[in-house]
C-alpha cells in the first residue's frame, strides 16, 4: 500500500519560515509529478506548487519568490520551503503525488493526511 506522510507543519509568526517535507512509502516503480496544495477553512483546495520528475516547476502566484519547492528522488521526498510566511498562508498543506504502483503497474494520485500551518499576525 502506497502512503504520503507530511510533517513540518505548526505555529510560526508572520514573516517566518517553515519546511514541510512528504515522504512516500510503499510498493511501487516511480513517482512522477509531486506537489503541495494547501486549504483554508471555508475555502477550496487550491494549488502551491508542484515539481515533476525531471525538476520543472509551478507555483502559485501568492507563492512566488517566497516559496520553494523541492525534491529528492532518491528518497521518494518532496518539500516545501515557505519563507516571509503571511497570515494568509494559514492552511492545512497536503502533499499530492502521481505514483506508478507495483501491484498494476499502473500510475495514481494519492494525499497525504495533511499538515497545519498557522501564521500569526
Known amino acids: 500500500q502506497v502512503q504520503l506522510v507530511e510533517s513540518g507543519g505548526g505555529l510560526v509568526q508572520a514573516g517566518g519560515s517553515l519546511r514541510l517535507s512528504c515522504a512516500a512509502s510503499?510498493?511501487?516503480?516511480?513517482?512522477?509529478?509531486m506537489g503541495w496544495y494547501h486549504q483554508a477553512p471555508g475555502k477550496q483546495r487550491e494549488l502551491v506548487a508542484t515539481?515533476?520528475?525531471?525538476?520543472?516547476?509551478n507555483y502559485a502566484d501568492s507563492v512566488k519568490g517566497r516559496f520553494a519547492i523541492f525534491r529528492d528522488n532518491a528518497k521518494n521526498t518532496v518539500y516545501l520551503q515557505m519563507n516571509r510566511l503571511k497570515p494568509e498562508d494559514t492552511a492545512v498543506y497536503y502533499c499530492?503525488?502521481?505514483?506508478?504502483?507495483?501491484?498494476?503497474?499502473?500510475?495514481?494520485?494519492?494525499w497525504g493526511q495533511g499538515t497545519q500551518v498557522t501564521v500569526s499576525s
Open positions: 510503499g510498493n511501487f516503480f516511480s513517482i512522477n509529478d
Open positions: 499530492n503525488a502521481d505514483i506508478r504502483v507495483a501491484s498494476t503497474s499502473y500510475t495514481y494520485n494519492y
Open positions: 515539481m515533476t520528475r525531471a525538476g520543472r516547476t
